[in-house]
């Protein structure tokens, strides 16, 4: 058997149809995945350049970063007296009412005193 560019082969039309649709589908899958696989590998290196980018700090970051700390360990003081000096002023509330209502017994008891003639 001779085999040449004018080799005829006898062959349904139905079977060349679906050789050629397997191949077509073969590609299109191929390129999909590919497809697919380039695009997790660009996220993946988007994300770790995001990560590297975020690791890296300059001096002046890591000082703003610890005035921070500071200023909250003073935030978190002032908010903690300022809670003690709102007991504060009901304390001063209660001595002041206390303090009138003693007047005026005080002054009650005078009255008394002068009533009974000393």
Do not use: C, W
Not at 68 to 97: C, P, W, Y
């Amino acid at each position: 058997m001779e085999i040449s560019d004018k080799t005829t082969i006898g062959m349904p039309i139905r079977n060349l149809i679906a050789i050629v649709a397997s191949v077509g589908m073969g590609v299109y899958s191929y390129f999909g995945i590919l497809e697919r696989l380039n695009t997790i590998e660009t996220r993946q290196t988007l994300f770790e350049a995001d990560l590297v980018k975020a690791a890296d700090q300059t001096p002046v970051d890591q000082e703003q970063f610890m005035l921070l700390e500071f200023i909250s360990g003073q935030v978190e003081g002032v908010v903690e007296d300022l809670e003690n000096m709102a007991h504060n002023k009901v304390n001063i509330m209660r001595l002041q009412t206390d303090m009138e209502k003693a007047l005026s017994d005080i002054e009650a008891l005078k009255d008394k005193i002068r009533a009974n003639g000393h």
